[in-house]
């Protein structure tokens, strides 16, 4: 949510290189942008609605040689997506970019207008800046009016401030929302993560709650707030620069879901066998809870399926943002599990901690290296997806999946109920994922076919059950996530509870069965749906007789067979090519849908 990128240096155009840093944060938001800069001592906003490229092209000329810039690209949260809600907002001597949410923003707001400050836009950000810069008027120490501001702000932010009395200085700090300083021989940064800073340096600082950094041209210092100097340990970024392009594709999306075959392969001979697994002992907990958002949420249902189906333990599956908040028993002998591809996600990190103050231990199955859950959850487990761009995400879901596979067969080592027979077989399906996958991938025709039989249609359902309800849960998010298509998912023996009512001729039903046992009642229930003039795309696997699927639909889709652990990544690499094309013909930016951003780091 938002992107803000500072650079301070002698050696590049600041203006310039903010811009280059803020496309790489386009993903966190794009509904408009903008730059402070300081350009021959004077502070100059520009800002522009929409996408970063509107910005570039209203700058286009102005080539004035600027030394230090912040930058912005907004997710809007108070106020519509205009020019005078985009950031930087600049208030007296204040001029900052903000990610996050100040909740006590009208409370301030109040203090600060009966004390004659004026407003110009209807967002949190402006107001955090007035009161800066009001505090700011009497604590000249710079440090320490932050440092008074953020104990009076409630909420989340990380901010990148230029005081117009030091305009070749950056002061940046956080709560809640990630912000890093990235070190370089030409300048220093500071940045919500490190793709911002990647084209020029790997080196960074990651900064803590409660920290305030002073980052000049040639010099960084950390401060806490009471202006004590902290030594900080300088990182070396794991990603680089050529993982966060494109590198030929046509879409982020794309290249992330042609990524899967060799990221799932990895991870399936990296934790198969992981003796650090062992410090993971099953046994010793009376629940297991899953708790995440979105897609991250959907692989936690394939997850349960798994660990109750092959390992008999219970688990619950929860939307972080209820969870955070219930009254559920969390106690020392439960197993959270929070999954989280950026490592970010307000409500996921919530409940992280919920998790720990209650005693549980904590379990993040992460991406983002060094992110936020990855830091603060007592055990991490990497998926080392690699960079994931595209807001929807692909290789980062698939990826989840495989992990919680692992975790469930050695669950089952753990309690003796991996039979050799079945532990061969799932090793067997992990030698071949990758061809699996590569050749769903390959075989184009059938998911381009398939899309456009659908992608005139205003609504379309799901329907599976078992471990396929669970895919269909994710299938239905990423086609109206990124097609804006309505569709909807449901456990195939619920739909005559209600929704069959909205099946009217041509409505089409996608209908997944890989489950032996629930094969014949999903059937039953794709007839059902055919009886009232459904259009039926049927996707299945390779061992059930496919001489009959005419009878029931109008498209079938045969799968490669393999176990559990890896069917739920081969039905899902399908749909979200599916999805693709159904996308890609309705004309919408697949990698940036609308109103949506990757990151989400507001409740
Ligand atoms: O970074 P996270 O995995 O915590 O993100 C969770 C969701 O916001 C995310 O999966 C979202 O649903 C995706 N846009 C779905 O494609």
New binding site residues.
Partial sequence: MCGIIGYTGKKLNAKNTVIAGLKNLEYRGYDSSGIAVNEDGNINLYKAHGKISNLENSLNGRDVLSSTAIAHTRWATHGEPNETNAHPHKCGSITLVHNGIIENYVELKNELLKNGVTFKSETDTEVACAYINYIYITEKNKIKCLAKACSIFRGSYAFAIIFDDEKDTIYATRKDSPLIVGLSDEGNFAASDVSAILDFTNKYILLEHGEFAKITKDDVKIFDGSENILEKEVKTATWSATEYKKNGYDHFMLKEINEQPDVIEKIFSRYLENPNYNEIDFSKFDAIHIV????????GMVGKYLFQNYANIPVTVDI?SEYRYSTQSITTSTLVII???????A??LAALRLAKDKGATTLGI???VGST?AREADICIYTYAGP?I?????K??TS?VAILSTLVINAMKQNSMLSNDLLNEIKNDFNNISSILKDIIKNKDIYVNAAKKIYEKNDLFFIGRGIDYAVCM?GS??LK??SYMHSEAYAAGELKHGTISLIENGTPVIAVATNDDLYEKTISNIKETKARGAYSIFITTSNFDSSSFEDFSDISVILPKTTEFCQAIVVSCFLQLLAYEVAKLRNCDIDK?KN?A???TVE
């Fill in positions: 995440a958002c979105g897609s991250a949420m959907h692989a972080a999954i989280s591809q950026s490592g970010e996600t409500d996921s992460v991406n983002a859950i994931e595209a807001v929807a995400t692909t980062g879901y989840q994710e998010l990423k996530e990124i849908p949506l990757k990151s989400v």
